[in-house]
């Protein structure tokens, strides 16, 4: 059964039709020239399917992504989202500011592609939402029936370096990676996975104003059954290669030393206590070869670190996997929200010990002093786009747990101001105060003298625009990139005053920890670990234990 009926259709259809006629009666040229879209979709019960082996059966191509979340690091959230087949996808270069458009990708044969000049990647984006227009028919009003707050529209990242695309800052000319500053995939077919319903929504979009409009209808229909057919099919895992016997294959590098990131840190306190900056936040990027698919990675990592923001893109040349446990910015029904998270402590083996740790956390002077500095960045970030007198804290240094850790959070919301978009509000929160420091353009400056390359999607934002209006993007933190068989991976610390080289040294391979345990366990689903394998050995062989002891 297809949601809404071709009666039902043909109704909303005429129902636009008298209000485009009354416009126009109204106002001399106020016809409105978007494409019209309206959900089109159907029920099938999915109570022995996961978010993951539906993925596996329907993303048959590159280009394709798996959304998940676990809210508070607890708690599954209520919807999982699939992308496949996109109409559209958008790839922003960072040598010649040229922005490739491959259209028809969902067409296969008929596919298309052109390069465009371009500076700022999210005006593309939006005068490519901009096309289109939301039309919701009344049925969808019943609660039963209600779309989630995305159903269709771009989902995809920005790189950290873009941020040189909204403030004047530079950008150092050494990329490692090689990485587009930007990629998204537009994408008109959805699956909505219902972890409440335990059902999944095939979500398609029909063009309202199509010449034949029963042939669109079909044509809709048609991508539903295509998609229905592909979950009946039995589950295909990624193959395996076969498996690298060499421990010197296995073992991760670092881009820094120690004494090269320790000399970042002590770089970082002389600009603090000369005054130019409160707060920075050095990274050091850690890569291994990976012998497991980027997709038992994935699996591996939703297992071991569970995570608000979860995350797996396809995209093509690379994948970008990844469990962020920090919001940047979200935009739904006119409110902007930041969620800044600073202060960290490991979760206790009980009731007592854990709420123990959470006490001494939230009285900790170092972690709430710098709490409240990135609580002031977050209410400035905010208050740039906002109505005056709108932006609120709602919560202030709360406690938030997750699998392994729990977090200091605070949440900042304001109403967006008049002649803003939604977009207006990630530029002003991109990046997050988290990854770069405040004040923040004088600690990006830092960090671009310090570290000296690109970060690329480290620190960047990974999440979607949606048809609807809404949009949600996370910190691309515990993110690995995946590319010509290496896992890279960036993690840094927070650097204030009295901080000490080398404790932040260990936090930044602290945070890496997580993902570094993805990948072995990855290899071990994949069959391919033959040895216990070193965490970490940068590039003039010190290694780090598991313990985090350094020996030469």
Do not use: W
């Amino acid at each position: 059964m297809y949601y809404p009926t071709y009666d039902e259709i043909q109704q909303v259809q005429s129902e636009e039709l008298g209000k485009e006629r009354a416009a126009l009666g109204m106002t001399a040229g106020a016809n409105d020239t978007r494409t019209p879209l309206v959900p089109l979709y159907s029920d099938i019960l999915a109570d022995m399917e996961t978010p993951v082996s539906a993925y596996c059966k329907t993303a048959q191509k590159s280009y394709s992504f798996l959304l998940e979340s676990v809210s508070g690091g607890e708690n599954v959230a209520r919807y999982s989202f699939i992308g496949i087949d996109p109409y559209l996808v958008m790839t922003l270069d960072s040598i010649t500011n040229t922005m490739t458009l491959r259209r028809g990708l969902n067409q296969g044969e008929t596919a298309s592609s052109e390069q465009v000049p371009c500076h700022d990647p999210l005006q593309m984006i939006e005068a490519e939402i901009g096309h289109y227009r939301l039309v919701t028919p009344p049925h969808l009003a019943r609660s039963q029936d209600r779309l989630p707050k995305f159903f269709g529209g771009a989902v995809g990242y920005l790189s950290y370096d873009t941020a040189a695309r909204f403030e004047q800052l530079p950008i150092p000319p050494q990329n490692e990676l090689n990485l587009p500053l930007a990629v998204f995939m537009f994408t008109e077919t959805v699956l909505v996975f219902d972890h409440v319903r335990h059902s999944v929504r095939i979500v398609t979009h029909l063009h309202l104003d199509a010449a034949d409009l029963e042939q669109e209808y079909a044509r809709c229909c048609t991508i539903i059954d295509n998609v229905q057919q592909r979950l009946r099919q039995p589950i295909q895992l990624p193959k395996e290669p076969v498996p690298i016997h060499d421990p010197e294959q296995l073992k991760v590098i670092s881009n820094r030393t120690q004494a090269e990131y320790e000399q970042m840190v002590s770089r970082a306190i002389e600009y603090i206590k000369a005054g130019d900056i409160f707060q920075t936040v050095p990274s050091q990027r850690l890569s291994r070869h990976v012998n497991a698919s980027p997709f038992t990675v994935y699996r591996a990592l939703r297992a071991i670190n569970p995570s608000p923001y979860m995350f797996f893109l396809d995209l093509k040349d690379f994948h970008i996997v990844g469990a962020s446990p920090e919001l940047l910015v979200r935009y739904e029904d006119n409110e902007v929200t930041i969620r800044p998270i600073a202060g960290t402590r490991p979760r206790g083996q009980d009731r007592q010990s854990d709420e123990e740790l959470a006490i001494e956390l939230q009285n900790d002077p170092k972690e709430c002093a710098e709490h409240i500095m990135l609580l002031d960045l977050a209410r400035n970030d905010v208050g740039r786009v906002s109505k005056i007198g709108s932006v609120t804290v709602t919560e202030l240094m709360t406690i938030e747990r997750y699998s392994h850790v729990m977090h200091l959070v605070t949440n900042v919301t304001g109403q967006l101001r008049e002649g803003l978009s939604p977009f207006d509000a990630l530029r002003a929160g991109f990046p997050a105060g988290t990854v770069s420091g405040a004040p923040k353009i004088r600690a990006m400056e830092i960090i671009s003298e310090l570290e000296g390359e690109q970060r690329g999607v480290y620190a960047g934002a990974v999440g979607y625009f949606s048809h609807t209006g809404n949009q949600e993007t996370a910190i691309a933190l515990r993110t690995m990139v995946m590319k010509d068989g290496r896992a890279y991976i960036q993690a840094g610390a927070g650097i204030v005053a009295d901080s000490v080289p080398a404790i932040e040294y260990q936090e930044s391979l602290n945070k890496a920890r997580a993902l570094l345990r993805a990948l072995d366990e990855a290899e071990r689903l994949a069959g391919q670990a033959v040895e216990p394998i070193e965490p970490v050995v940068d590039t003039h062989k010190t290694k780090v234990t598991p313990q985090g002891h350094v020996t030469r």
